[in-house]
């Protein structure tokens, strides 16, 4: 859009996840405005496949809304250089336990919340799950689950699966897989 531009940008805070900055905005008639931006180096997400058809999925606690979550395992990459597909092996293991030499690409580029955040995720699939022992860093705790995908879509069209991230990568295994 050639339109609307950034003509400065201030970074508010730098913090371990991601950088706030507020960016000043042009607008072709003169209007500016500013607007606030998440900067993010990225992540991936794994939809961790039982032999039985079963999905594992982790339950932790999220501050922002002060009760715990149930998602797919995910983590943000180490650097934006960083393949999201190594992450997405490091983050299997490290959340679940399990790892995999079976990972397939399923949803490439997924923004979380594009109105504020360059946050983009790839999701990925992972079959024939190895186990091995959970690596949580010392502020994680981490049960993990395992749903067929119904009961998943269940609590997709009940709410009680919020996560987007989660959302989009479950009902994308579904169409996909025809599940």
């Not at 970074?11 to 072709?28: A, E, P």
């Not at 393949?83 to 079976?102: I, K, M, N, Q």
Request: glycine letters at 6%.
């Amino acid at each position: 859009m050639d339109h609307i531009k950034r003509v400065g940008r201030t970074l508010i805070h730098h913090g371990r996840i991601f950088d706030y900055y507020q960016d000043t905005m042009l607008t072709d008639e003169g209007h500016t405005a500013v607007w606030d931006c998440i900067e993010h180096k990225g992540a991936a997400c794994v939809i961790p496949v039982r032999e039985d058809g079963k999905i594992l999925l982790v339950r932790q606690f999220r501050n922002p809304l002060q009760t715990e979550s149930l998602e797919l395992p995910a983590g943000k990459r180490d650097s934006k250089e960083e393949p999201t597909y190594a992450c997405a092996v490091r983050e299997l293991e490290e959340e679940t336990g399990f790892r995999s030499e079976d990972i397939e690409l399923i949803l490439p580029g997924f923004i979380t919340c594009i109105a504020y955040s360059s946050e983009q995720i790839d999701i990925y699939v992972a079959r024939n799950l190895i186990p091995t022992r959970q690596h949580l860093d010392e502020d994680e705790f981490i049960d993990v689950e395992a749903y067929s995908v119904d009961e998943l879509k269940e609590m997709i069209f009940n709410g009680t699966i919020q996560d987007s991230k989660t959302v989009a990568g479950i009902l994308a295994y579904a169409v996909k897989y025809g599940k």
